[in-house]
């Protein structure tokens, strides 16, 4: 890996030029992002014509189709061992389009979006070689009646379902856009990567690298190309909806996922909504960890990314605790004093707290403070090195359970719900009403009653989350299935990306002509 | 199993009366079938409130998933065991309600059919159990400041999606229906089976046997029950729809797969088209054996099942044949001299063709006898021991590639065109265009040029189809693989019905206090 230092000139490098693709179709150039830290990115994309990127694909998908599986994981490795050593230059371009700390975008675009990748290609690869290539069976009714067994044999084949787009988000695009990319990829299918207008340049040097390595292969590089938009194009929307494109990509809202799985029928949807990360607190053991690893999580990155808890929900009876009981009031109280403490220093400030990216997190900040009691208000922040990136702390809102046409929705940027409600059964009816309509990216219990954990377990397969029980700490995701995340879990995300076809004739040796057979056979080889 | 005799007895106990399955919300009776071979059925199917078999599913469902793959495979296998000493009762329902030849119906309904489902049977248990149950991961990176590890365990699990449709079909309820049944029943997803009006006997016998093992295990017994409606009550499109049904089964027509896939966006759609079987005719070695097997296939059950040929794809000028270049017209006519000797003798008419059930098929041998050039006259045939039935020789009538208004569309019934190209690779070129579009069972290719061969199984890859390479004989489909027919080929037949949800906490040996940790974790176990 090169050094930091490396990485910066890299970086620096691309920033104010044109960034060139060599894509069919080009029309002009497109810059649509902007670094929340101070920094002019003015990098100019190549716009192409979409009917030029697919018909690329198309002629590309004979040669990357016969490939083969093992020889497309082989290049797939190849392209991320290239992308490794550009891992600093990623994660800068990650800060500087998501605003994201340093450090969170090192892990979101560094070796940790790498290996979920890799994990990916190796089930995309194992799911391809799970299909028998070759079988024999002998009918073997003729030869009870004295008559030679008629054999037959046949192929197998994992046929790629076609075009696959990968509609790129604005808070994670390698973290998130990865996963996808490769699946398809090794199964066979080419890929268009279309990214969000505000974070481009990961998934533009991604795509580069991918069509570097295509080429030298002797691959034709459309396999993998890059669709810019301009903001307010529906570029994402014309080509999701195209009878070429047979897989789509796409984590984030709700709303979008639905009109996705709604319009994009003629494609196999993948389609994964962040929704309402939800905390129900109950009762613990441990409250002063609680109340600083939920004030820690509020602050995480949360200039941009949906990876933070917006719905707390608590019981107005309070919560029993190792220093008595809590009313939701004291807990709010608890929670905002320790978002201040968290924050106190402007370093922790720099490495915890995203830059705001868009004018849509102001205003949703300025919006959910109009509801509710303010239990921490938002506020800007000062970063050390960059005096003109916009930092803003949490913004905390006490609600009724009532107030869902409030909670029950998705709020960009740092805003967090402490929703009040009846008791911890109620709170468990808001949690499967709420995330079963809108998804979630995780939910977290705090209870020290067996029962009220095994209860929201079930309540957790029921709407189909990943739950964190207990976990105070910021704890790392399963490094052992980083796979799981993924929509539908493992399997599914890659057996989904092709079909099984079959061909058979008589099997070499044996007379064609030989007599009618209608009955069943037998397996002799595999 | 028991004797034909004994079945005969059972399934004429079943004619004339109620058939009781003690299902929620009943509202009254419903008749819809009527036998081909001048038999009264009179069977009268309780029509119940779609609601209340919604709700009696979701009521069901809490006891089915914590049944776990295991015990829900073994209860399946024993459901499938109950139905193997039923499979003559079976094949007399398929054989009145289809009007398949005796022994077509035997072997789409016995324990060929049942071989099917064992198969799926044992493929959703594995891929249920490739789900790790239970993970444990240290994170060690505070253990390297000489802090111990953060031990997190994790638990994963198969969540079934949701309520399952079965949409029957009336060609080959059992043969088609028991894949989709078995896999959502394995995967822990309860299953309305919605019947075909023209065929709701076998499912009828197949629920009613499966509501018995349930509940004699102690399960409700509606994790499975029978949606009956009138003929022309739109009740499988208002299932489809429903944003409780969360998987949809259904073989058949490309029209029907198109809505379900368009409307039921809430759902997984496993739509397998049947749409244009197709042969496409370009050289032999083996003229004789070639016409023999393909008037063959013309004939068999052709009567209502859409396993036959439609489409036989010949060069202008001409097929290289053992006996010469043999003309489009020479062929068609070889063809039907082979067809009237493959019905000349009567008991070969019943083992061979299906007795007409509707009045489509009638219809569409009428109006498709109205194009182009008449090859062979579909007329009426004696049944040796029905004299009442309905059976019709095959209509084959010769086309020009410009004619696909005609033939590009699924015809019912025993309706083949004989469709003139310009050469093969026109043939090609046809097959591509009309498949693509419409789906098919299978297709066939007859050719001596290795070229040729090559060039088909490229395009059959690309329309996704399965391929018989100079079969000139009826030769059974893979025995070994039958679930490679299914929609989407093997895995993801299953795998698609199930979605994996992790859950995670300390593990219980260590203090949950411990510092907050960020970093990335090793695999301790699994």
Known sequence: MRSTRTAGKVFSSLLGRPFDLHQPGELGRVTTESSPYSIVLDIGYPRCDPAALMAGAQRATPGWRAAGPRRRAGLAVEILRRLNTRSHELALSVHHTTGQPLCAAFRAAGPHAQDRALEVIALALAECERVPTNLRWEDTRDARRGKAPLSVQGTCAAVPRGLSLLIGCPDYPIWNGYPGLFASLVTGNPVIVAPHPRSVLPLAITVRIAREVLAEAGHDPDVVTLAVREPGERLHQRLATDPMVRIVDFIGSARFADW???????????????????????????????????????????????????????????????????????????????????????????????????????????????????????????????????????LLVRLGAQDDRIYAREWPGPVAFLVVTDSTSHSLAVFRRTVSRHGALFAAIHSTDPLVLAAVETAALDVGVHLAENLTDDVPADPASAVADLPGGDAHFVTGRFRVVRSRRHAPALNPAGGPVTGSGELVGA
């Open 260 to 394: 996705l799985e709604k319009q994009a029928s003629q494609a196999v949807v993948f389609a994964h909504r962040t929704g309402l990360n939800t905390v129900i607190v109950d009762s613990t053991d441990h409250y002063q960890a609680l109340v600083r690893g939920l004030a820690l999580a509020l602050c995480r990155s949360s200039g941009t990314v949906r990876t933070t808890p917006q719905n707390i929900l608590v019981p107005t009876s309070g919560i029993a605790t190792d220093e008595g009981l809590i009313s939701p009031r004291q807990f709010g109280a608890d929670l905002g004093a320790s978002l201040d403490r968290q924050l106190g220093h402007p370093t922790r400030v720099a490495r915890l707290i995203g830059a705001v990216t868009g004018e849509e997190v102001r205003a949703s900040l300025a919006e959910a403070a109009r509801f509710g009691a303010v239990v921490h208000a938002s506020g800007p922040l000062g970063h050390p090195e960059h005096p003109g990136a916009d930092l803003r702390s949490p």
